[in-house]
C-alpha cells in the first residue's frame, strides 16, 4: 500500500505564498506522475498541476505564473509553490500520484487525504 500525506495548507491573505508538500510512502518502486488537485465548495475537483517523471510540468490557465510544482525524488516529496494567491484559489487541495508497486506492474492512482488553503483578507 501507498499513503501520501500532505502538509502546508493554512490561511493567507490576499497576494501572499504558501508552500504545499506531498510525500509519499510504502511499497513504492518507483512514482510515474505525481499532481495536485483542488476543490472549492460547490465546484468539482479540478488538477491543478502535475509533474511527470521528475521531467515535464503541467499547469491549469488559471495558476500559470503564480504556481511552481517541483519533485524532490530522493524524499519522494512533491511541492506546490504558491505565489500571488487569490481568493479564487481557495480550496481543499489533494495530491495524487500514479505509483509502480512493482517491478513489470502498471501504476496505481493514489489520493491524498487534502489540505485546506484559504485566501481571505
Known amino acids: 500500500q501507498v499513503q501520501l500525506v500532505e502538509s502546508g495548507g493554512g490561511l493567507v491573505q490576499p497576494g501572499g505564498s504558501l508552500r504545499l508538500s506531498c510525500a509519499a510512502s510504502?511499497?513504492?518502486?518507483?512514482?510515474?506522475?505525481m499532481n495536485w488537485y483542488r476543490q472549492a465548495p460547490g465546484r468539482q475537483r479540478e488538477v491543478v498541476a502535475g509533474?511527470?517523471?521528475?521531467?515535464?510540468?503541467n499547469y491549469i490557465d488559471s495558476v500559470k505564473g503564480r504556481f511552481t510544482i517541483s519533485y524532490d525524488d530522493a524524499k519522494n516529496t512533491v511541492y506546490l509553490q504558491m505565489n500571488s494567491l487569490k481568493s479564487e484559489d481557495t480550496a481543499v487541495y489533494y495530491c495524487?500520484?500514479?505509483?509502480?508497486?512493482?517491478?513489470?506492474?502498471?501504476?496505481?492512482?493514489?489520493w491524498g487525504q487534502g489540505t485546506q488553503v484559504t485566501v481571505s483578507s
Open positions: 509533474i511527470v517523471n521528475n521531467g515535464p510540468t
Open positions: 495524487n500520484a500514479d505509483v509502480v508497486t512493482g517491478w513489470g506492474r502498471d501504476p496505481d492512482n493514489y
Open positions: 510504502g511499497n513504492i518502486f518507483s512514482i510515474y506522475s
